[in-house]
């Protein structure tokens, strides 16, 4: 982490949170791997099906690096980046363990595969004091909700319940 205000870089590592997943990953490169080789006959298709769940499951061989900065909010695992530019964040929502910077102005079917999911690694207040920094003034948040869904029943992301995530004001944006 720097001690620059308006940055914040940090890595998560998933298989020390759940290491069954690792295994399960691993089990299924094996499993890929000797169906290529066993079905079709050559080692090429072993390499090409383990690496398809490698690059699948890669969060969880590799660690995960968070940065955010002045002009974006950026997840990196190997090659692979996910940045949005904080112009372009329309709506952010505090889950269980970590917080989806969303370009949406409402709930979306695609919110899944838009936007920036940081996850925590134990720096809650750290990711939410940068977050305060660098966000837009347009932007919604919106309250806490678990992976399952809401957590209260005033309608979670809609922000029924939520006066600021209503009123959109960016004074103070994730109280």
């Given at each position: ?13 998933a ?19 000797a169906?290529g ?6 080692p ?12 699948s ?10 940065r ?5 909010a ?5 090659f ?11 709506r ?9 910077l ?29 977050i ?8 919604v ?7 399952s ?17 209503r ?9």
């Amino acid at each position: 982490m720097s001690g620059d205000p308006e940055l914040l870089e940090y890595s998560f590592k998933a298989w020390e949170r759940q290491p069954w997943r690792r295994s399960a990953a691993l089990s299924g490169m094996l499993i890929a791997g000797a169906s290529g080789l066993l079905l079709l006959h050559h080692p090429v298709f072993a390499l090409l099906g383990a690496l398809i769940v490698f690059v699948s499951t890669a969060e969880l061989f590799l660690p995960v690096k968070y940065r955010l900065d002045k002009t974006e909010a950026r997840q990196q695992v190997g090659f692979s980046v996910t940045a949005i530019k904080w112009t372009d964040v329309k709506r952010i929502v505090r889950v269980d363990d970590g917080v989806r910077l969303s370009p949406f102005d409402a709930p979306n079917r695609l919110d899944a595969f838009r936007g920036v999911f940081l996850r925590y690694a134990s720096n809650e207040d750290d990711v939410w004091s940068t977050i305060r920094v660098l966000w837009h003034d347009n932007a919604v948040t919106v309250g806490r909700e678990s992976e399952s869904g809401p957590e209260s029943g005033d309608g979670g992301e809609s922000g029924a319940g939520d006066p600021q995530a209503r009123s959109g004001d960016p004074s103070d944006p994730v109280s």
